[in-house]
């Protein structure tokens, strides 16, 4: 597989070849009990060959602190030799993967969370309460949760070591052992982090927004949220808040937000990140936004610094999610407001100058109506070239009519600066316009979803199958610039 490494705003291969990448969360949130030793999916990997087929080339490897490191210095070995065997079939499979450590509510003695094993959660005097309403009601409200945010982010010390020093202790030892397999893309160190206190202070900034908004905002049509909210759909209500309202909403909670950024969130993962560099310059270091910014807070995340230098290899992975997801009304979910929240992170990237993975997005609902959302989404990330891995995977997934929508067709590889691409899903074609500014001793890879009728492009082109419905387009060309169309 060919190494990935970044250069600018885009992920480049050893051809020099910008590259795309699509693929899923793969995430085990099961909580550690003595005996657990193996990745609930590593299993059965016949998941792997259906990703394959289906046009992913990415996975994020999800696990949680809690089994990795269950004993204070003490790391699971037989748990990451699952881990092992997921990505040396991942290798086979062409697929690349990159390593999450992933946690809810911080740890799973929250009852609804995963993440941080007991003996690195500390929240007294607190205690964790069970949800009642939503699972994520302890960001909000939970002192425990935020209790265990800010011992954590304060290093507080665990039998002469602090907590945060344990952690990054725990990724030096992972990037160590995985370093120089073929199918390490890179190390996300923490996902979603959270404020902790100050995060509860957001939620109350924003619900006192809210009601500014609501009664006092000339956008906001009070009569007809009114009508709406008395009527039969009442989840009409939130049509009330498109992207611009709800922006200014979330935004009450941005100067908590920028604070937390750049006071706790980037100096952790700047000294996590040394850790790692310690041990191997490979791999690519993620950059990801806090809870909130899935919500489109501006994020004032910096890019990676060791020993006072940028990092070479970074890249912003960005998550965001409407108000509707992890529900069942998901068909409601608006194009406007993830607009809203993928255009803030746009800024971000710029401002960073980093590429973009969306580490998470999307959601999950019965039926079919929630597809033209998804289908927009899609759009929005190959608007501005982003890669992706949408959550989440689980058992029966790939069978599941929604990938008709996620298995798409996109550039793998492209031997020069991409200019456009898209998928016209109404007219059966895909189109990519792209300039070369020399000779390439790979060829440009396009995925193609659905059996191939026709290729336009002044250069060579080879179709290889995958199964009787996809394959990769291999299309070789010279310098200038090149359109390729494809009509499936």
Same mark, same amino acid.
């Given at each position: 597989?060919?190494?990935?490494?970044?250069?600018?705003?885009?992920? &480049?291969?050893?051809? #020099?070849?910008?590259?795309?990448?699509?693929?899923?969360?793969?995430?085990?949130?099961? $909580?550690?009990?003595?005996?657990?030793?193996?990745?609930?999916?590593?299993?059965?990997?016949?998941?792997?060959?259906?990703?394959?087929?289906? #046009?992913?080339?990415?996975?994020?490897? *999800?696990?949680?602190?809690?089994?990795?490191?269950?004993?204070?210095?003490? @790391?699971?070995?037989?748990?990451?030799?699952?881990?092992?065997?997921?990505?040396?079939?991942?290798?086979?499979?062409?697929?690349?993967?990159?390593?999450?450590?992933?946690?809810?509510?911080?740890?799973?003695?929250?009852?609804?969370?995963?993440?941080? $094993?007991?003996?690195?959660?500390?929240?007294?005097?607190?205690?964790?309460?069970?949800? %009642?309403? &939503?699972?994520?009601? *302890?960001?909000?409200?939970?002192?425990?949760?935020?209790?265990?945010?800010?011992?954590?982010?304060?290093?507080?010390?665990?039998?002469?070591? #602090?907590?945060?020093?344990?952690?990054?202790?725990?990724?030096?030892?992972?990037?160590?052992?995985?370093?120089?397999?073929?199918?390490?893309?890179?190390?996300?160190?923490?996902?979603?982090?959270? $404020?902790?206190?100050?995060?509860?202070?957001?939620?109350? %900034?924003?619900?006192?927004?809210?009601?500014?908004?609501?009664?006092?905002?000339?956008?906001?049509?009070?009569?007809?949220?009114?009508?709406?909210?008395?009527?039969? +759909?009442?989840?009409? &209500?939130?049509?009330?808040?498109?992207?611009?309202?709800?922006?200014?909403?979330?935004?009450? *909670?941005?100067?908590?937000?920028?604070?937390?950024?750049?006071?706790? @969130?980037?100096?952790?993962?700047?000294?996590?990140?040394?850790?790692? =560099?310690?041990? !191997?310059? /490979?791999?690519?270091?993620?950059?990801?936004?806090?809870?909130?910014?899935?919500?489109?807070?501006?994020?004032?995340?910096?890019?990676?610094?060791?020993?006072?230098? =940028?990092?070479?290899?970074?890249?912003?992975?960005?998550?965001?999610?409407?108000?509707?997801?992890?529900?069942?009304?998901? %068909?409601?979910?608006?194009?406007?407001?993830?607009?809203?929240?993928?255009?803030?992170?746009?800024?971000?990237?710029?401002?960073? /100058?980093?590429?973009?993975?969306?580490?998470?997005?999307?959601?999950?609902?019965?039926?079919?109506?929630?597809? $033209?959302?998804? +289908?927009?989404?899609?759009? !929005?990330?190959?608007? @501005?070239?982003?890669?992706?891995?949408?959550?989440?995977?689980?058992?029966?997934?790939?069978?599941?009519?929604?990938?008709?929508?996620?298995?798409?067709?996109?550039?793998?590889?492209?031997?020069?600066?991409?200019?456009? @691409?898209?998928?016209?899903?109404?007219?059966? +074609?895909?189109?990519?316009?792209?300039?070369?500014? /020399?000779?390439?001793?790979?060829?440009?890879?396009?995925?193609?979803? /659905?059996?191939?009728?026709?290729?336009?492009?002044?250069?060579?082109?080879?179709?290889?199958?995958?199964?009787?419905?996809?394959?990769?387009?291999?299309?070789?060309? *010279?310098?200038?610039?090149?359109? &390729?169309?494809?009509?499936?």
């Amino acid at each position: 597989m060919d190494t990935i490494r970044t250069k600018d705003m885009i992920f &480049v291969d050893s051809y #020099g070849r910008e590259r795309i990448f699509s693929g899923m969360n793969v995430v085990d949130k099961t $909580p550690y009990t003595p005996g657990f030793t193996e990745h609930c999916y590593s299993k059965d990997l016949s998941w792997v060959d259906e990703f394959q087929k289906k #046009g992913f080339n990415i996975i994020r490897l *999800g696990m949680t602190w809690s089994v990795v490191e269950p004993e204070k210095g003490k @790391y699971n070995e037989e748990y990451l030799n699952s881990i092992e065997k997921i990505m040396d079939y991942c290798h086979e499979k062409g697929i690349y993967v990159y390593l999450d450590m992933h946690q809810d509510l911080y740890s799973p003695k929250s009852g609804d969370g995963d993440g941080a $094993p007991d003996w690195a959660t500390l929240c007294e005097p607190y205690t964790f309460k069970k949800a %009642k309403f &939503v699972w994520a009601e *302890g960001y909000f409200w939970g002192k425990a949760v935020h209790r265990a945010f800010d011992n954590f982010w304060a290093n507080k010390q665990v039998d002469g070591d #602090g907590l945060i020093d344990c952690f990054a202790d725990m990724w030096g030892y992972i990037a160590d052992r995985f370093k120089n397999h073929p199918a390490l893309f890179g190390f996300d160190v923490f996902n979603e982090p959270f $404020p902790g206190k100050d995060g509860g202070k957001v939620f109350r %900034k924003l619900i006192s927004k809210l009601v500014r908004v609501t009664l006092f905002d000339k956008r906001v049509n009070r009569c007809k949220l009114i009508k709406d909210a008395l009527g039969k +759909e009442k989840i009409k &209500v939130l049509d009330h808040y498109t992207g611009d309202v709800f922006h200014s909403i979330v935004s009450a *909670g941005a100067e908590l937000i920028n604070k937390f950024d750049t006071e706790k @969130y980037m100096p952790f993962l700047n000294k996590t990140s040394s850790k790692i =560099r310690e041990v !191997t310059d /490979k791999g690519i270091l993620f950059i990801e936004n806090s809870y909130y910014s899935n919500l489109s807070i501006p994020c004032l995340n910096s890019p990676i610094e060791i020993n006072g230098k =940028r990092e070479d290899l970074q890249c912003f992975a960005p998550h965001g999610y409407d108000l509707m997801v992890d529900t069942d009304l998901y %068909k409601y979910a608006s194009n406007s407001r993830v607009e809203s929240i993928f255009s803030q992170h746009r800024i971000t990237q710029e401002r960073m /100058k980093n590429p973009v993975l969306v580490g998470e997005w999307g959601g999950h609902s019965n039926g079919t109506d929630w597809f $033209p959302h998804v +289908e927009f989404l899609i759009d !929005t990330f190959n608007k @501005y070239k982003w890669s992706n891995t949408y959550w989440t995977y689980w058992d029966g997934l790939l069978k599941e009519e929604i990938m008709t929508v996620l298995s798409r067709p996109y550039p793998r590889a492209v031997t020069g600066e991409i200019k456009e @691409y898209y998928h016209d899903r109404k007219n059966n +074609e895909f189109v990519l316009t792209y300039t070369q500014d /020399k000779e390439f001793d790979a060829p440009t890879v396009v995925f193609a979803h /659905k059996p191939v009728k026709e290729i336009s492009v002044d250069g060579e082109t080879k179709i290889i199958p995958i199964t009787d419905k996809t394959s990769e387009i291999e299309i070789k060309t *010279g310098i200038g610039k090149h359109t &390729v169309r494809i009509k499936f």
